[in-house]
């Protein structure tokens, strides 16, 4: 049976558990609920967590 | 249909990734993410990641990573969207005026110069308010619309002072009185999939400066415009902006100016703003690309040379 629970990972920030949706991705930034900051899911299995890179000048489209 | 191996260059994986990702999925094709953070490219081999890959797209994020891993890409042989060419043609605003203005591609007035002194006489010459941006750069950051000498001294002082080495490069550019709004279209290779309008009291009218989108329909002069401009920097997934000059009365402009092409287009807002499914959209077109490059071995690139060097429009090779 699939697993129904949804998925979490610590704040790198605060300690505090983050829900996440369902489909994130690898390289995708979630905002921190409690700071604001942006954090970068950098690995799903086991889903983890880390500050995002600061933006860069040259970044854009 | 052909399964396409497509390799996903970045390092951000914003909605428009998500959107580009999940369509692909969907369609069966193979998706290799390869975080360009986290691999070396070496001047004859393609890192493992990318060696089996069919097409790759670049959608990094910072442009300078952009530019080399096109380069890398050309070099391994492997077909990239957008090109090599393509990106270096529209990473740098310069270089992007320089080739619409050869194509015939109407674009505001430009200027470049290399001291504060010489930057400034140009400012001087254009009158106010003009704008000084920033030769690289994107979402409407550092852009300076001066109103006055004054401004203009400051700004160029700090620029001067404070900036990297290419912020020295002072691109001067007419203020172009836009009716509170510009125009992105997204196109491939000439082709729009949907436009939209930005909306905003500022005088940046950037989806990412908060700018109001709205569904826009282009007339023939701005799709042939759109065609024109795409052609100019070699085709590919692209941005292109407009803005309406001489708009009157009844809203109708006399005519449009391209002020920008962007090559590594971000079309969430798009998405939201119209009806057209974009990331399908632009799918099928990574379809054609991937199957025509099996049999051509690349897109773009030499069209794009080809325009630079004679002025005329680039022939794509989709």
Same mark, same amino acid.
């Given at each position: 049976m699939a697993d129904d629970s949804p998925l979490t990972a610590e704040d790198p920030i605060t300690g505090e558990e983050i829900e996440l949706p369902a489909d994130v991705e690898v390289g995708e930034i979630i905002d921190s609920p409690a700071s604001g900051a942006e954090l970068e899911v950098v690995s799903l299995d086991p889903v983890e967590l880390q500050e995002a890179p600061e933006l860069e000048e040259d970044w854009g489209e | 249909m052909v399964r396409v191996n497509v390799g996903l260059l970045y390092s951000r994986i914003r909605r428009d990734e998500k959107l580009l990702l999940s369509e692909l999925r969907d369609r069966g094709h193979e998706v290799e993410k390869i975080d360009v953070r986290d691999v070396a490219?070496? +001047?004859? *081999?393609?890192?493992?990641?990318?060696?089996? /890959?069919?097409?790759?797209?670049d959608r990094c994020l910072a442009t300078s990573r952009s530019l080399y891993v096109t380069r890398f890409c050309d070099a391994y042989g492997i077909p990239v969207v957008n090109g090599s060419r393509t990106a270096e043609l529209c990473a740098d605003k310069v270089k992007n005026s320089l080739a619409l203005h050869g194509a015939g591609v109407p674009t505001p007035r430009t200027e470049v110069a290399f001291t504060v002194e010489s930057a400034l006489e140009t400012v001087e010459r254009f009158g106010y308010p003009c704008v000084l941006k920033p030769v690289v750069g994107s979402w409407g950051r550092l852009m300076a619309k001066l109103d006055s000498r004054s401004a203009a001294e400051a700004v160029l002082e700090h620029k001067a002072t404070l900036g990297h080495y290419e912020h020295k490069v002072f691109y001067v550019q007419e203020f172009v009185d836009k009716p509170g709004r510009d125009v992105r279209v997204v196109a491939v290779d000439g082709e729009p999939i949907a436009a939209m309008t930005r909306t905003s009291d500022h005088w940046l009218t950037n989806a990412a400066k908060g700018a109001e989108a709205e569904a826009f329909d282009l007339d023939d002069r701005a799709r042939d415009l759109v065609e024109r401009a795409s052609a100019a $920097?070699? &085709? &590919?997934?692209?941005? /292109?902006? +407009?803005? *309406? $000059?001489? $708009? =009157?009365?009844? =809203? *109708?402009?006399?005519?449009?100016? $391209?002020? *920008?092409v962007n090559h590594t287009v971000e079309f969430k807002a798009l998405d939201e703003a119209t009806d057209v499914d974009v990331p399908a959209r632009v799918v099928d077109w990574l379809e054609v690309v991937a199957e025509t490059a099996g049999t051509t071995g690349g897109h773009g690139d030499e069209g794009a040379r080809e325009d630079v060097d004679d002025g005329e429009e680039a022939e794509v090779s989709t």
């Open positions: - | 490219f070496g +001047l004859s *081999e393609p890192p493992e990641a990318l060696a089996d /890959v069919d097409l790759a797209i $920097v070699g &085709g &590919g997934l692209l941005g /292109v902006d +407009l803005m *309406e $000059v001489g $708009v =009157g009365d009844d =809203g *109708e402009p006399d005519g449009y100016t $391209v002020h *920008e």
